[in-house]
Nanobody, 126 residues
């Protein structure tokens, strides 16, 4: 049984926008921090953003701050990542993940996430 399911990836031109979705169970959404990660070919997986279970705390990597927005819809038990002003260097497989650790001065570390989605490809190219 999949706990997290991503969707919304695709091909977009530089400067364009995409919205990724992460569908979660009610239990996970209400009790876990949800994070977005990405991994480009030949590179390590990096944290992009995270949101607390209440939705009151959000964090962003410097590389996406001001361009990406994370949000949650409790009724749909879905977390979104709105990505604007996309750049070719944003090309990667994007994953959502769930952590039982809270958002402190930063998102939980990668090893603190216990559930992972299958990933969705985002390609930014002209």
């Amino acid at each position: 049984q999949l706990q997290l399911v991503e969707s919304g990836g695709g091909l977009v031109q530089p400067g364009g926008s995409l919205r990724l979705s992460c569908a979660a169970s009610r239990f996970i959404l209400d009790n876990y921090v949800i994070g977005w990660f990405r991994q480009a070919p030949g590179k390590e997986r990096e944290g992009v953003s995270c949101i607390s279970s209440s939705g009151g705390s959000t964090m962003y990597a410097d590389s996406v701050k001001g361009r990406f927005t994370i949000s949650r819809d409790g009724a749909k038990t879905t977390v979104y990542l709105q990505m604007n002003s996309l750049k070719p260097e944003d090309t990667a497989v994007y994953y959502c993940a769930a952590s039982p650790w809270p958002v402190r001065s930063m998102c939980p570390t990668t090893s603190e996430y216990v559930y992972w989605g299958q990933g969705t490809q985002v390609t930014v190219s002209s």
